[in-house]
């Protein structure tokens, strides 16, 4: 048995109260004997990248995310899929991060909810992957047709998804007490 981790989960959307976050908020619900969650869903706050600031002077929100993703056991990253790919916010967080270590040899959960979404899962696994981020099968999960799976509650209403969200959660934690 592994001490409650410190979870660090992205939000991709840049919707409030979207789907990504009520899984997210799922999640930390159905983990929270095991997993304390600090939920970023401010993509859209962060500067543009600028490689020329990345390393020597970058953004003062920009040191925050990053020490926050530093500091985490385990980074949950929860996205929908913008025109085949992953949002623009996502992406954008994620490159700042690049020229540093951060992300490094840290356990991550990756979920990408979206209408379909088999594009951008697949483009933020590799990019993870790049980042050298741990993952694996069990801590990656494709949500496809989100939308008719939470209900008017903002409850994931839907059994499959729901059992889905369990075996990932299992997972995720067997990875976070693992890996730390």
Known sequence: MCAIKQIFAIIGSASS??????????????????LSFTIFNQLKSLPHFDPGLSIN??????IAFRQQVEQADGILIC?????FSIP???KNAIEWCISTTVFSGKPCGLITASA?????HEELQLIMKTAMAVFNADT???IGGIKGKVNEEGKVADKPTLDALTRFSNAFIALVCQEA
């Open 79 to 83: 996205t929908p899929e913008y025109v």
């Open 57 to 62: 002077n970058p953004p003062a929100e920009i």
């Open 140 to 142: 990656t999960l494709l």
């Open 17 to 34: 109260g979207s789907s990504n976050e009520i899984l997210v908020n799922h999640l930390a619900r159905l983990a929270n004997d095991k």
């Open 88 to 90: 623009s916010g996502l």
């Open 116 to 120: 379909n979404g088999q594009k951008g």
